[in-house]
């Protein structure tokens, strides 16, 4: 295998144009891809476009962060990967929307188990209020009118 020349660009630069591509590709747009990454539009744009902005390498922090950004495995940028298959990214909208989903499930949960809740203690309530009403039946008092209080002494 032959020295590398200075100016080829690096298998991680070629990687990281072509997941921008499929990415753009698959209609995400470069400034979704920038929040998720947390790196500038200019500076994916130039990864992008590396022959035109003669660019030859990318920096660890810019893998880092495309890797903890778009959750991509490291082996996408340094094993011998050829280019075969698309990583399915999670992009940040995608994830609000997963929380967001997931919190509007779990309160939705939380009250149902609320309601059926308080339809048990509204059913007990109703109950008690029904016992309550035939004990004072049988001692004679009107359930509809309070019992009357005595007068105050003077």
Not at 5 to 16: H, M, Q
Not at 68 to 75: S, V, Y
Not at 85 to 104: C, G, H, I, M, T
């Amino acid at each position: 295998m032959g020295r590398k020349r200075r100016d080829d660009p690096s298998r991680e630069l070629v990687r990281f144009s072509r997941l921008i591509q499929q990415l753009v590709d698959s209609g995400i747009g470069q400034n979704e891809i920038a929040e998720a990454t947390g790196l500038t539009r200019s500076h994916l744009n130039q990864i992008l476009h590396y022959e035109r902005h003669r660019k030859t390498t990318v920096g660890a922090e810019t893998i880092r962060c495309m890797r903890d950004g778009l959750r991509i495995d490291p082996a996408y940028f340094f094993d011998d990967y050829e280019g075969d298959r698309d990583f399915r990214v999670y992009l940040l909208s995608e994830k609000r929307a997963e929380k967001r989903l997931d919190a509007f499930e779990a309160r939705l949960a939380t009250l149902e188990r609320s309601d059926v809740e308080l339809r048990g203690l509204l059913l007990a309530e109703r109950e008690e209020n029904e016992r309550l009403r035939t004990q004072l039946a049988r001692r004679g008092r009107s359930t509809t009118q309070p019992p009357s209080l005595p007068a105050p002494r003077r």
